[in-house]
């Protein structure tokens, strides 16, 4: 049953009012509740003909479209944001995504609000791709009469800053478009500044185009939806670990954990598919050891925020500027940021800053995201993750990976985790049960395929389930591997093709056992499968869409223009879907 809206604390009645109308609400139907509004509003408008009618349509709304392009969802969260905002002012505001939109639509809006991520190295989120191209395109449709804006997001540490965004603001001007306002290009940390940059953009389009009496005749209401109160990156939920095992063999060169944490007393309600953002905490001994770069070590209230809020493990060319201009310290070349952190800057002139100049050199500690690896419906109140430690070699110096390393080292069995949902809407099991999936997760790609399997068999689903799972090594490495087990046992799985990267001479990797298997692939793709992948964003999925556009090109003897057409159309059908970082 759908949960009733509530009346939020923000409604015209007293506290007890509130609590009452919801003790009312909270047991009726839908039905119910509509009778309600409807009946008290007809009643009103008969006996006070001056009432203010909140159905009243407004006169004339300015049209807006507000396009997105979108990897892991931030994109698209804010294209929400700015159409609750344009409604707001009035306007009759449409979210598309890139997916779903070409060039010559958009360049028949009027007014057009982008908001575009950068992904791998400076590239379009993969659904944008055909967007993105076609804007670049010398046959580019004009857009002379289209107002635009665009909001970048993006992650200063990467050479390829808002570079997608960046890319399409210049394209739009040059094709003859007219800016609303200025391109914002936003960081990690992005929600301030691009509600600033929300709220501004909207008043200036207002300004030009919106419609000014219709504030007068609508009433705005914010209804308390469930969820409202689920926990966000500011404000997350402390969730008790309850189990924290290491997955992976003693001789593995990974170190990947299975955790179980529990969502007891949260609002979180997740979907398979969905991810926990986490919320971590520095190294306490790398805090101290910036702390002694800065020669700051005895300030106790700055080395709290060096553990807890800000990012001590990444070094921007932004960051390097600053503190050039800061310190009269010449400045190092760009490339000198690669693989370094903000301690070996420091560490280039020692004790030259005060405590408010670090802090305000350094960016805000931004949460991780980890695909829930189970069910609700298998494991209740909880929710599993799967997560890598993190550890590598850079310059000489042994780093560790700040949440990867906070969960799976520092947190015990017992001690809290601070989470948050991240939903996913893009990366669903099929509503049709019977429909066969394919699941392509190497490492802890496999995580959310756990949480699939887990669902299916729970709701007794019958579509076939086929899992391509690789990793270095089957000794060491098969993580879940009694579970997978039994689900072959239990036949809950059709199939499964495992790729062990280093158990032969020669490496093998996940799509080359796509490729052995093409056939029967390409077969299940006739029948209507749905194909998952999810996992590394930079090598893995770039590798594994490069055969399935070679199986589609082979098995169905067509070339490769006539494959890219054809696995478009199967990712326009929802039945291709990738959560990959
Ligand atoms: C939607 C989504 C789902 C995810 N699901 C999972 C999951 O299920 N399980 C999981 O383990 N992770 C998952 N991740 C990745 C996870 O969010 C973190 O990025 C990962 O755990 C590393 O975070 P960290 O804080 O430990 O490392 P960080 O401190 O963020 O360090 C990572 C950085 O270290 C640097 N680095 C890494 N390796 C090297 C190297 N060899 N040489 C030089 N520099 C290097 C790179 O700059 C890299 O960006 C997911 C990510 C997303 C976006
Ligand atoms: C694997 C990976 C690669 C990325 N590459 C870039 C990049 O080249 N340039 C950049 O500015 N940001 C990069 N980012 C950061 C994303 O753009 C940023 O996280 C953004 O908020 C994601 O928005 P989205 O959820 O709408 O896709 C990268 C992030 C990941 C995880």
Not at 98 to 104: C, L
């Amino acid at each position: 049953m759908q949960t009733a809206p509530l009346l939020p604390s923000t409604a015209p009645f007293h506290e007890e009012q509130i609590a009452a109308l919801n003790r009312v609400i909270s047991v009726t139907t839908a039905e119910q509740r509509a009778w309600l509004s409807g009946y008290l509003a007809g009643l009103q408008a008969a006996n006070d003909p001056h009432a203010v009618s909140p159905a009243a349509p407004p006169a004339k709304r300015a049209p807006l479209t507000i396009l997105f392009g979108t990897e892991s969802g931030n994109a698209e969260a804010l294209a929400a944001q700015v159409r609750k905002a344009a409604t707001k002012l009035g306007f009759a505001p449409k979210v598309v995504d890139m997916a779903d939109f070409t060039p010559a639509q958009a360049a028949a809006t009027e007014n057009l609000v982008v908001i575009a991520s950068t992904w791998g190295e400076g590239d379009p989120p993969q659904r944008a791709v055909d967007f993105y191209e076609a804007l670049l395109a010398d046959d580019a449709p004009r857009f002379e009469k289209t107002r635009f804006a665009v909001l970048a997001l993006g992650d200063r540490a990467y050479a390829q800053y808002c570079e997608i965004g960046r890319k399409i603001d210049e394209r739009l001007a040059a094709l003859g478009g007219a800016r609303i306002t200025d391109r914002i290009d936003c960081d990690l940390d992005y929600e301030t500044p691009a509600t600033g940059w929300i709220d501004s953009t909207l008043e200036r389009l207002n300004a030009e185009v919106g419609v000014k009496e219709v504030g007068a005749s609508v009433i705005h209401v914010d209804f308390a939806r469930p969820g409202a109160d689920a926990p966000t990156r500011a404000r997350p939920f402390e969730a008790e670990i309850t189990e924290s095992i290491r997955l992976t063999g003693s001789r593995s060169t990974s170190d990947t954990h299975h955790v179980a944490v529990s969502l007891e007393g949260s609002a979180i309600q997740y979907e398979p598919g969905d991810s926990l953002g986490v919320v971590p905490s520095n190294d306490p001994s790398l805090a101290d050891a910036v702390l002694k770069a800065a020669g700051l070590t005895t300030d106790a209230k700055l080395r709290d925020a060096l553990i807890d809020r800000l990012d001590i493990t990444t070094l921007t060319v932004k960051q390097m500027e600053d503190f050039a201009r800061e310190t009269g310290t010449a400045p190092l070349p760009a490339d000198w940021a690669t693989g370094r952190q903000i301690i070996d800057l420091l560490e280039t002139a020692p004790g030259a800053l005060t405590a408010e100049q670090l802090t305000t050199l350094l960016r805000p500690l931004p949460p991780r995201y980890y695909s829930i690896a189970s069910s609700r419906k298998a494991v209740g109140e909880e929710a599993h993750l799967l997560v890598a430690g993190l550890r590598y070699t850079s310059h000489g110096h042994e780093r560790a990976g700040v949440a990867s390393i906070d969960i799976t080292a520092r947190h015990r069995e017992g001690d809290k985790l601070k989470v948050f949902l991240r939903p996913n809407q893009h990366f669903r099991l099929p509503a049709d049960n019977n429909r066969p999936v394919i699941m392509v997760g190497p490492g802890t790609g496999l995580a959310p395929f756990r949480g699939f399997l887990q669902e299916r068999e729970a709701t007794g689903a019958t579509g076939r389930n086929w899992l391509v799972f690789g990793h270095r090594n089957y000794t060491h490495d098969f993580l879940y591997q009694l579970e997978v087990q039994d689900w072959l046992k239990s036949k809950l799985l059709t199939r499964m093709d495992v790729a062990f990267s280093r158990d032969q001479p020669e490496k093998r990797y996940v799509q080359d056992a796509l490729w052995d298997a093409r056939g029967d692939l390409y077969a299940w793709l006739k029948d209507g499968a749905a194909l998952y992948v999810c996992g590394d964003a930079n090598a893995m999925a770039k590798d594994v869409h490069a055969t399935l556009l070679r199986i589609l090109a082979d098995q169905g003897q067509q070339d490769d223009a006539a494959a890219k057409a054809e696995l478009d159309t199967i990712r326009r059908d929802g039945r291709y879907l990738r959560d990959v970082y």
